[in-house]
T-cell receptor, first 115, second 112 residues
Framework: GAGVSQSPRYKVTKRGQDVALRCDPI?????LYWYRQALGQGPEFLTY????????KSGLPNDRFSAERPEGSISTLTIQRTEQRDSAMYRC?????????????FGPGTRLTVL | GENVEQHPSTLSVQEGDSAVIKCTYS??????FPWYKQELGKRPQLIID?????GEKKDQRIAVTLNKTAKHFSLHITETQPEDSAVYFC???????????FGKGTTLSVSS
């Protein structure tokens, strides 16, 4: 079946603009995770959902970052008033079951560049 | 919170040699330890995982060992091949459902 997909794959924006990054998890997967991955580093947790409920947002860097998953499927990560330091690869992952011990499948990522 | 340390950051081996990557974790509640392989420009992909009820798991040339007492786990790749060259990440998770905490990665280079 189809894997996790993300759009756009690349996003270039100017400082101060808002961006919305979309994640389409594997159909039927309960949990959805957002990570940020700097070049040469491991994925860094941002936030995650079980169904439509945001379970943990402790990894969001500040209040310019927010995420939603209103119908328990597609999720959007929004960054308001972008800054250059927000430039990174943003990846989402999904797992079939909730709980932190189920296999997470990663999407291809959105490469965000803030000029 | 959980902290995962991974060593070495780079590893170069000759084709056919073995490669070992080690990780330590801090949270005794962690009970799930996956390993991901990430090739250049690609997404991380799970290659093997281990849960805390076993001490070792093997899948062909890849094995993972876990020492819960010492809070460390290791990835072992035998008979390495050039296509094993990639960045490998360890991670730790737990049943409470918090997200995976990743190590900083090991760049493995296998030369023929």
């Amino acid at each position: 079946g189809a894997g996790v997909s993300q759009s756009p794959r690349y996003k270039v924006t100017k400082r101060g603009q808002d961006v919305a990054l979309r994640c389409d998890p594997i159909s039927g997967h309960v949990s959805l995770y957002w990570y940020r991955q700097a070049l040469g580093q491991g994925p860094e947790f941002l936030t995650y959902f079980n169904y439509e409920a945001q379970q943990d947002k402790s990894g969001l860097p500040n209040d310019r970052f927010s995420a939603e998953r209103p119908e328990g499927s597609i999720s959007t990560l929004t960054i308001q008033r972008t800054e250059q330091r927000d430039s990174a690869m943003y990846r989402c992952a999904s797992s079939r079951d909730r709980g932190g011990t189920d296999t997470q499948y990663f999407g291809p990522g959105t490469r965000l560049t803030v000029l | 919170g959980e902290n995962v340390e991974q060593h070495p950051s780079t590893l170069s081996v000759q084709e056919g040699d073995s490669a070992v990557i080690k990780c330590t974790y801090s949270d005794s509640a962690s009970n799930y330890f996956p390993w991901y392989k990430q090739e250049l420009g690609k997404r991380p992909q799970l290659i093997i995982d281990i849960r805390s009820n076993v001490g070792e798991k093997k899948d062909q040339r890849i094995a993972v060992t876990l020492n819960k007492t010492a809070k460390h786990f290791s990835l072992h790749i035998t008979e390495t091949q050039p296509e094993d060259s990639a960045v490998y990440f360890c991670a730790a998770g737990n049943q409470a459902g918090t997200a995976l905490i990743f190590g900083k990665g090991t760049t493995l280079s296998v030369s023929s």
